[in-house]
């Protein structure tokens, strides 16, 4: 079947924490990535001077991708990611930042070693269409366990969480948790189930994170 019969158009967006993302009246396609609470966790352990306090900040608030027809029709067939200027197709597969994390007082060169929760849910008429490898998230500067998904595998519950998060910040040096949001135009009829459809990815730091010193200072 010809998968250029119809337009799509399609936006990919990166809100910060609490803002509202408005859809158009025309038909796109978008996802929104709320980076979670920005702020500072209490931080334990025993060190030789007062622990310092570990702040995450909200980056890159907003990421786009637009496509057209012909970038979805056959013989086309690729990937386009989430970039930080708008309205442009995404082609690179460069992780964008997307939350920072920072250590400030404590001993100098101190490394803290934080735990929680990620996580991520969808939402949108484009949800319970997705086949297998179309839409992706993959996130990095972390570690734990689904840190790359396939969208399509959580469609039904439409939400999954990284229990296990665990991210390492030392006191002089930022971390940067990274995103790499994709849609990808397959050799597969695509129009006709994602046209005028919209899909929003809320990725969020769930509350509780805690951060523990690991003795590295100078």
Do not use: W
């Not at 839409?135 to 840190?147: I, N, P, S």
């Amino acid at each position: 079947m010809d998968k250029k019969n119809t337009m799509l158009l399609t936006v990919i967006a990166v809100a910060t924490l609490l803002v509202a993302v408005v859809g158009a009246t025309f038909a796109y396609f978008a996802v929104s990535v709320e980076q979670g609470t920005a702020g500072s966790t209490n931080v334990t352990g025993s060190t030789p001077e007062q622990p310092g306090t570990v702040t995450f900040a909200n980056e890159n608030a907003n990421l786009y991708l637009k496509l057209s027809a012909a970038d979805m029709g056959q013989g086309n067939e690729k990937p386009y990611y989430a970039v930080t200027t708008k309205d442009s197709r995404g082609t690179d597969a460069t992780p964008v930042n997307i939350i920072k994390a920072s250590v400030s007082g404590g001993p100098s060169g101190e490394t803290y070693t934080c735990k929680g929760k990620v996580n991520v849910t969808l939402d949108g008429t484009m949800v319970e269409q997705l086949e297998a490898n179309e839409a992706k998230v993959v996130l990095a500067g972390l570690t734990g366990t689904d840190l790359e998904k396939d969208l399509s595998t959580v469609k039904v519950d439409k939400s999954y969480s990284i229990n296990d998060a665990t991210f390492t910040v030392t006191e002089g040096t930022e971390l940067h948790i990274t995103a790499l949001v994709s849609l990808t135009n397959t050799n597969q009829p695509q129009q006709t189930r994602l046209a005028d459809k919209d899909l929003t990815v809320t990725i969020a730091l769930g509350e509780g994170v805690t951060c523990d010193t690991t003795g590295d200072a100078e």
